[in-house]
């Protein structure tokens, strides 16, 4: 598999990132807290979109405030510094983000009133999205041609494992009152609407002016310019910034350009067996 990825519990996580220490760490030690506000994803679709608009809600609406998220689940923070000291050391409440599948989760999760607001997107953009994205991370291997991994997604061979396990395990705490979830073409298609349903899960009143903002600083091209979110001040040491950026295209449908249809078909079988028990219809449909 090479060196870039460690194998913790059957799933492949970024060495850059974690160690099997720092998974067990936060799974069975990292203390939850009621007030916290998790960002959960499964990668590429659309973790620092809704990071920013968390954000922007925090701040009502005020762009100037920097944003500062905990990388509280990642190895630095928890070999060198003590996570959970850095952790508390946050002005509550918390805003963290997370692509662990559930499984994964803190166990203090369980039981608390922490908030999970968890995006999901249409498998085949996400396909293409991490595709790209794995040439461009130093946290990705280079897993071969487009079919291969293609392959290596359908089977959960990818960092932080299967989609559809990902989304399955998530999906399953829909109806629990600290858990709400939404697709990146809900986003995309109503930016303001899905301001306003996020905002009123998490109990903030914003003035029609502060929701405006958020949908202004939260859009493709305002986040495409800000140094904050966009990725350009990340260490070349993790990215190479001449291959691509974070911020691509920002749109749906983009794997017709990239998957052929057979391959389109692949991912269709495989959603069909994991997501028609879900009883869920979603955009992409
Ligand atoms: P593309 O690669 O398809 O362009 P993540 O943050 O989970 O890594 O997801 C990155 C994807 O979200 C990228 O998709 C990126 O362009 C898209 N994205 C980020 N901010 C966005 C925004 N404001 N509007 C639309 N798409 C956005």
Known sequence: MGT??????????PRLDYSPETISYLQSEFQVRDDDVFNVTYPKSGTNWMLEILSLI??????????SVLNWDRAPWIESNNGQEAALKYPPPRLLSSHMPLQFFPRSFQGSRAKVIYTLRSPKDVVTSYYHFTHIMHAFKDHGPLDAFLQDFLSGNVPYGSWFDHVAGWLGLRGQ???????????????????????????KELSEQQISSVVENASFQTMRRNKMCNFSEVPDEFMDHSKGQLLRKGVSGDWKNLLSEEQGRRIDTVYQEWMQGLGITFPWD
């Open 177 to 203: 009152d600290n858990f709400f979830y939404i697709t990146y073409e809900e986003l995309q298609q109503d930016l303001r609407g899905s301001v306003q349903r996020i905002s009123r899960f998490l109990g």
């Open 58 to 67: 925090r701040c009502d609406g005020d762009p100037s405030w920097a944003r």
């Open 4 to 13: 870039e990825y460690i194998t913790y519990k059957g799933m492949l996580f």
